[in-house]
């Protein structure tokens, strides 16, 4: 018996059987699907986490996370992914979850450390809060994570769909296409500056176009399932993917050694018997730079006038780029003390507490000259630039602090000197950055 299947039929058929899959699959690390780095991280206990994930029954040590933010690779990935964010907390996450590493901070969360430091320095915080020196814990290991590239549509299939049903084949117009990324992480021991693993990995997943505009206005414009999804998803599963591959080898990990030791002219000769390298003298200096003879001019006059000209090889900072941001963030932060001061009452301050609040505001005049010094350096073109930035919030934040400050200054409670130090500050304005 034969049976006959009209066009129509066909294609009710083929599109009742692709819409009742995914829209897309889920990204697929080292082989495995699924959500590839998920949950918490405590200590070495580990909530919520993929069972994917390759673990470590003893910690090997302390390690860094360094995101170099100048190489070209970063700015690629901003630009094809500008909502996506630094890649460091969830590969962060994933090491700890491992217990194969101890996560020490070296990142933006340092600034508010030295912060600390700086408020015990100041005699700011309890007696008993035990925060100084030497007690920071050293990284042993740094961890630099890279994204080699992040395609998407590499493997499209819109053919097969053509090849197999003819003229239906043609409606499947955004066809299937795979989403790729490839990862690569590099360690290196802190102390010799050695490297001591490197691995890549990628992850991928399929992402069904469905039909193309055939169906997609039932659907809001067509059922792409990844598009509509974040890409983090592709590049935190070759991460993990990269990390694994590096756990796995360092579970047999065996120092490489040359023999002699390292550093200390390896095993590749440079020139024969007869010439051999020479041994390095006792003297750690560089070889000195080619000395320039001083040239000397004479006037035909009895008058002699002499040139030197000199060659000083080394790096200043013009300017500190990061001035005026550094200002804008005390300024915040000084619009937030100061707007406590009004409410103080003979009731509830007294001499220390006045104290506290004229060393807060020591430590913030002392900010605010250090932003000025940099400042002054600035070419005019900068602080322009700068303030065309950050202008508009300052001055608001400026306006806010005086509104504080105003409200303060006719609060008695407060006494002298803290008024009088709080009158004192002088904060940057336009006409004062720019001189106008």
Known sequence: MQFKLSSR???????????????????????????????????ANAAGNNSQLESCDETLGTLSVFEDTNLTWWQDYRRRYPDLGSTIPVIRLMIQQSNCFVIVERGRAMDAMTRERELMQAGQLRGASNIGGGQMVAADYTLSPEIHFSAQ????????????????????????????????????????????????GNAGNYDFNLLGGFIGGGLGGGASGFTNTPEGKIITAAFADSYNQMVKSLRNYRAQQVKGGLGKGGRLQVGGDDDATPQATNSASLPSKTQVTPAVYVESRSVTTVRKDRN?????????????????????????????????????????????????????????????????S?????????????????????????????????????????????????LITKESLLGI
Not at 353 to 375: D, G, P, Y
């Open 9 to 43: 039929t066909l294609m009710a058929l083929a599109a009742g059987t692709l819409l009742s899959a995914c829209m897309s699959t889920n990204p697929t690390m080292g082989g495995s699907s699924g959500n590839t780095v998920t949950g918490a991280a405590g200590g």
């Open 312 to 376: 000083y090889e080394f790096d200043v900072d013009e300017f500190d780029e990061d001035a005026l941001k550094d200002y804008y963030r005390h300024l915040k932060n000084a619009a937030t003390w100061a707007s406590g001061l009004s409410a103080y009452t003979t009731a509830n301050i007294n001499d220390q507490t006045r104290n506290s609040v004229v060393a807060a505001m020591n430590i913030f005049s002392s900010q605010l000259q250090s932003s000025k010094i940099e400042l002054e």
């Open 378 to 426: 600035w070419p005019a073109s900068a602080k322009q630039q700068a303030w065309n930035s950050l202008g508009s919030k300052i001055e608001q934040y400026n306006k806010l602090f005086e509104q504080h400050r105003d409200l303060a200054l006719k609060n008695d409670a407060l006494g002298d000197a803290v008024r009088s130090m709080l009158g004192s500050i002088q």
């Open 153 to 200: 549509g590499t493997e499209g299939i819109k053919a097969i769909g053509g090849a197999l049903l003819g003229s239906f084949g043609a409606i499947l117009g955004g066809g299937l296409s795979k989403n790729e990324a490839s990862t690569t992480l590099l360690m290196i021991d802190n102390r010799s500056g050695v490297q001591v693993s490197a691995s890549i």
